[in-house]
């Protein structure tokens, strides 16, 4: 597919729908050349923007079409797995949102299709594209703070100053919670695991106390959680989450005070905030020999990440680069330590091995 136009076909045209289509606004070598949902009103919108492509409720009729060359799934994530075996099967590549499925029953049956159909399966991460993510990444890479040691991160999940979340993406949620898939550890803890495997690779084994707020009848909110993990390389990454919901913090996104430091012989890394900016100051802080370096202009933009990392599928599949962050078995990986932290948690925080 070197050089040549990759048409995409969007299957979800939900809340991540508004963020990504930036992405195919004004990507160069990219048409958008279909749509489905299944809800007719969000087509239309979608139809509009993109009036030259063919919508349809059907997937199966989506996947028919002989113009898809690689299949954008936007879907709620316990639908996952079945649309995007559909469209491998189909003959398509797929790019897949986070979290990539789950269980990983799931996740293998998307590798093993990957695998049989001879067509790539790329699970979306925006946080590894913001340019304070990447600049954390140069430091610990560069030496500049000496061997690494420690990962934290850190998620309050607050409540006042962001975005509304749709009713309609609450309905999907719900039943992930009901499930044991908490919204803050599993849903949005899988942009933490997935940085931490970008730095340090696979993790080995973990502890974690996941906890339960109430949030009105069944439902509970996954926090407070301490998360524990050690990577092969020797680093020990840890993942505090609060759930602070009257407390204000100003984002144009999803609420939350968010923070990734890696600590090293040396010295340390900071970035202050991903998804809202709160208390502003600097994105990223570089400290060694008792002096603190404070970088103000990187783009900490969540959005601009993710319209990055939408784009750069398209760009490896015309052969522009050959880094793809993160393949399928990558993504499998990833969710391997989500899930295994619910496991060490229902064992009273035993620590438990990852595979």
Known sequence: ?????????????????????????????????????????????????????FATTSLEELLARDDVDYVEVLVPSPAHCDV?????????????????ASTLAEADRIVEAARSAGRICRVTE??????????????????EIGDPLSLHTKLVGTGPGAWDVRSDSWRWLMPNVLSGLGLMSYDHGWHHFAVAYWLFGPATRVSAWVG????????????????????????????????????????????????????????????????????????????????????????????????????SFSEFLRGEHEELMFTAEQGREILALTLAS??????????????
């Open 212 to 311: 339960a707020t109430p949030l009105g009848g069944p439902y509970v909110m996954d926090a407070p959680t301490t998360i524990m993990w050690d990577h092969a390389n020797g680093v020990r990454g840890v993942f505090d989450i609060t759930y602070a919901p009257e407390m204000y913090w100003d984002s144009d996104y999803y609420g939350g005070d968010e923070r990734f430091e890696v600590t090293g012989t040396l010295g340390y890394a900071r970035v202050n905030w991903v998804t809202a900016r709160g208390i502003g100051g600097p994105v990223l802080e570089v400290y060694r020999d008792g002096a603190t370096r404070q970088y103000h202009s990187l783009d900490g933009d969540w959005a601009r990440g993710l319209v990055r990392s939408t784009r």
């Open 126 to 143: 925006d946080y590894v594209f913001i340019d304070s993510i990447q600049a954390l990444r140069d430091v610990v890479t560069s030496g």
């Open 342 to 355: 619910d496991e060490s948690s229902r064992l009273d925080g035993a620590a438990v091995s990852i595979s």
């Open 1 to 53: 597919m070197s050089g040549d136009a990759i048409n995409v076909a969007v299957v979800g045209l939900g809340e991540i729908w508004t963020v990504v289509q930036r992405a195919y606004v004004e990507c160069p070598g990219v048409t958008v050349s279909a749509l489905c949902d299944r809800d007719e009103g969000r087509l239309a919108a979608a139809s509009a923007l993109f009036p030259s492509a």
């Open 84 to 100: 995007a075996c559909a469209a491998l099967e189909a003959g398509k590549h797929v790019q897949l949102q986070k979290p990539m």
